[in-house]
T-cell receptor, first 115, second 112 residues
């Protein structure tokens, strides 16, 4: 089954404790991205990757890191989480990046709470 | 810059129609529409490319007015299953085409 898998689904952590949210897709997609969703603000892009070893900042990259060492995986790293990073996070992938007629597939989301 | 969606929320009775609008201040290459049900991931509805497209399947259709940089999503004869939050996502026409920027969402509730 074609899917984007995020882990964990729920996470409560303390301020400053490094964490990683994993994202994996099995569709051989080139393009992957991370979004955070906050009430009233919709989905805001954090980082995206056009292909292996190619990443770039989205609209709200501060406080986050990503890496794309393999095509299928695109982990989101919070080196020193803060309470304002409490949010619902979605990973998404599509066959190609923007400018092409391709849909994005979203993972099930990770609800992160930083206390 | 995020596209602007309107209305922010709408309540319908089953069988009624609704229109959700999405506008951008930048020249767009494409507009994507997604629906998200509570507690779930957004699900793709359709993509419209510049050139002034109209698309539709079943009772959900959309149009893209390239001159106005606006897109509208039309839901006709709404069903209970249409309830959810609708997002438009836009790609700027700058030959980079790397980012999909979403609007703030329109919450749609269909009542029996």
């Amino acid at each position: 089954e074609a899917q984007v898998t995020q882990n964990p689904r729920y996470l409560i952590t303390v301020t400053g404790k490094k964490l990683t949210v994993t994202c994996s897709q099995n569709m051989n997609h080139e393009y992957m991205s991370w979004y955070r969703q906050d009430p009233g603000l919709g989905l805001r892009q954090i980082y995206y990757s056009m292909n292996v070893e190619v990443t770039d900042k989205g609209d709200v990259p501060e406080g986050y890191k990503v890496s794309r060492k393999e095509k299928r995986n695109f982990p989101l790293i919070l080196e020193s989480p803060s309470p304002n990073q409490t949010s619902l996070y979605f990973c998404a992938s599509s066959l190609y990046g923007g400018g092409t007629d391709t849909e994005a597939f979203f993972g099930q989301g990770t609800r992160l709470t930083v206390v | 810059q995020q596209p602007v969606q309107s209305p922010q929320a709408v309540i319908l009775r089953e069988g009624e129609d609704a229109v959700i609008n999405c506008s951008s201040s930048k020249a767009l290459y494409s507009v994507h529409w997604y629906r998200q049900k509570h507690g779930e991931a957004p699900v793709f509805l359709m993509i419209l490319l510049k050139g002034g497209e109209q698309k539709g399947h079943d009772k959900i259709s959309a149009s893209f007015n390239e001159k106005k940089q606006q897109s509208s999503l039309y839901l006709t004869a709404s069903q209970l299953s249409y309830s959810g939050t609708y997002f438009c996502g836009t790609e700027v026409d700058n030959n980079a085409g790397n980012m999909l920027t979403f609007g703030g969402g329109t919450r749609l509730m269909v009542k029996p």
